[in-house]
């Protein structure tokens, strides 16, 4: 939010992890978000989107668009997904098209590969008449996307950053141990590192 009221720049296309819904919070918070996001595009010409790796939707037409071959094509295309649609893969999709949603779903292969990615994207209603330029950023954030071809170089960027490795992990590793044993008494501590030094045996096949 603070990106898209404060953008810096004179065009900016905000990718978000995940689809413009959120089903595990209240619809009226979710609704103050869109309307928060659409005041920011209003006041800055922000624009938002929402990208996920997999979805229902896209599961339950995985078949037919292979049989029909809708994104063979050796070019980056979409599809809108109709409502309806939506409602036959999900059984409480009613309950979340009627509320904790802000977006319109549609299916996109961002790559000119043909066997490239089908990625689930929600583009707000508000950007709906720009729903053409919108995806078109889209396909050129995905252009230097590595190892996952077709997928935007930004959200794969942002998940190097998240991941901790290494030394990094061990560190937070050693932080939160030391933080629980804190809390305990000597005969549970054993058992929190008998418990803890078996969990690191299993991980690395000891």
Same mark, same amino acid.
């Given at each position: 939010?603070?990106?898209?009221?404060?953008?810096?720049?004179?065009?900016?296309?905000l990718i978000r992890d995940g689809l413009l819904r959120a089903k595990s919070m209240k619809p009226n918070i979710v609704k103050k978000m869109g309307e928060n996001f659409e005041k920011a595009y209003e006041e800055t010409g922000t624009m938002l989107v929402g990208v996920a790796k997999k979805s229902k939707v896209l599961n339950y037409l995985s078949l037919?668009?292979? %049989? @029909?071959e809708t994104f063979n094509r050796a070019y980056p295309c979409f599809c809108e997904v109709p409502e309806e649609i939506e409602k036959e893969s999900y059984n409480w999709a009613r309950i979340w098209l009627e509320g904790p949603v802000f977006g319109k779903l549609h299916l996109a292969k961002l790559s000119d590969r043909r066997d490239s990615l089908v990625l689930p994207v929600d583009i707000p209603i508000w950007l709906m008449p720009r729903r053409k330029e919108v995806l078109e950023y889209l396909a050129?954030?995905?252009?230097?996307?590595?190892?996952?071809?077709?997928?935007?170089?930004?959200?794969?960027?942002?998940?190097?950053?998240?991941v901790?490795?290494? %030394? @990094?992990m061990e560190v937070l590793s050693d932080y939160l141990v030391k933080s629980i044993i804190?809390?305990?008494?000597?005969?549970?501590?054993?058992k929190i590192l008998a418990h803890i030094t078996l969990g690191h045996g299993l991980n690395k096949g000891g």
């Open positions: 939010m603070e990106i898209a009221f404060n953008p810096g720049r004179s065009k900016v296309l037919a668009l292979t %049989l @029909e050129e954030s995905a252009k230097t996307s590595f190892p996952i071809i077709g997928y935007p170089h930004p959200l794969i960027k942002a998940h190097e950053n998240a901790l490795h290494g %030394l @990094e804190k809390l305990h008494t000597e005969k549970e501590i054993d």
